[in-house]
């Protein structure tokens, strides 16, 4: 048996799988999430150590240039599937797999992809990162950085790759200058520019998104760097006519269209969304246990786990993750939002109640929010959608609260080295699916 032979067959049994998630993808998202850890499948951040790409959510002809890009980055031999609905996830995780695991197909290629013809997704149908240190409780605080990025961040100006910035999204590359000439890796020729203590260093056009990983799913902002700091970002506006399902504001479109929704249901609803944006955000200042803590809460409540068993874990989580000296040493002072720019801003929901303004304000926010949503999982009574917020604020179909926390973006990571500008969007986590909904104008800068 050959050696690529031999690499298939150890893949196939567990291959290590790329989550990508387009627009209008949040169900799938959250299905393949939670399926991938019960068959525990190891996450891929980058393409170069994915075998598996599963692409969870609708297609759209605006991602296909991204997609494909993160495609020609995966070493062959790989497969790649598509899940457009949760119910969806399971058997496309099944036909990746057997793909994988053929060594010879109907064309005798097998699994063994072209890199430009071959780009047809299998239809039909967590990013966990595997890095052991984190901000864990405050015994271990000295084992940790104070930079507040972790090392898989420092580097993503410099990496292609689903967790970098170098990669996902791709570049444009004729707007760089230099008749579009590009640097190993992909990466766009740097120009020079004045650095803000006077010194002259090259400045780097750079595009956040679409795909990062822990990222708003299709949200792109296209950042000026000098050497990691941010000097310029602009943020692309949303498709329209993109897909239009916000998953976390169901409850609240349903409840202002007439429709009789509970609060309780509106709780767990608000409850997983923010347990959702915590994920996300503690994935990314790079603790993944407790990352893990918070999608598995969001998944039970999703799945219907009454408030007496939900409720003491949450309790715990929030108490860990609230009191962790490191988490705050780490973030304190990213992100300043005051409530009056906030508000100045159209900004409602957590953002504005966020005392302090920083990242940990916010996820400290979210904490409590979470907390209290889940002592109401047995509330009656109807949900007023002018009365009780969605997730992520006052809900509007004209203008839905992302809309104003994405136009927040660039002004608040002007200035701010790469890594803190993660955890920027981390903690304000707009949602481009209640943008491609409401189609606002979003300017640029």
Known sequence: ?????????????????????????????????????SRDW??????????????????????????????????????????????????????????????????????????????????????????????????????????????????????GGHGHAGDHGGHGHGDHGHGGMEMPGGLPM??????????TLDRLHVPLGPFLADWPAGLTLRVVLQGDVVQRADLDEPAAGGPGDPFWSRPW??????????????????AAAHLDSLGRLLSVA?????????????DDLLDGAPASSVLPRVERFARRVGRSRTLYWLTRGVGLLSAADARAAGVTGPAVRAAGGDVPARYRQ???????????????????PDARESPRG??????????????????????AELGAARLVVASLDPDPDELAAGRPAVARG
């Open 286 to 298: 790079g603790w993944p246990a407790e990352a893990v803590t918070a999608r598995r809460l969001r």
């Open 253 to 270: 479109i349903r409840a202002a269209a007439g429709e009789p929704v509970g609060v309780g249901e509106a709780a767990r609803q608000r």
């Open 366 to 384: 979210w904490l409590t929010e979470v907390v209290d949503a889940v002592r109401q999982l047995e509330a009656t009574g109807l949900l007023d």
């Open 190 to 199: 740097a120009g020079p520019g004045e650095d803000r203590d006077g010194l």
């Open 394 to 415: 006052r809900w509007d179909a004209e203008r839905p609260p992302s809309a104003a926390l994405a136009l927040l973006l660039p002004r608040l990571l002007v200035g």
């Open 42 to 159: 190891p996450s891929a951040s980058t393409p170069a150590g994915a075998d598996l790409m599963l692409v969870a959510g609708p297609d759209c002809a605006r991602w296909d240039p991204a997609l494909d890009r993160l495609w020609r980055d995966m070493p062959r031999p790989c497969a790649r599937v598509r899940a457009v609905t949760a119910d969806e996830v399971a058997s496309v995780l099944d036909a990746g797999r057997t793909r994988l695991g053929v060594p010879g197909g109907p064309d005798g290629e097998g699994v063994r992809a072209r890199r430009e013809e071959d780009t047809d997704d299998v239809e039909g149908g967590e990013h966990a990162r595997h890095r052991e240190a984190g901000p864990q409780d405050d015994a271990h605080e000295g084992e940790h950085d104070e930079s507040g990025v972790s090392d898989h961040e420092d580097s993503d100006a410099d990496h």
């Open 1 to 37: 048996m050959g050696l690529t032979a031999v690499l298939t067959r150890a893949a196939a049994r567990r291959p290590r799988v790329l989550l990508v998630t387009t627009p209008g993808g949040t169900a799938a998202r959250l299905a393949a999430e939670r399926e991938l850890r």
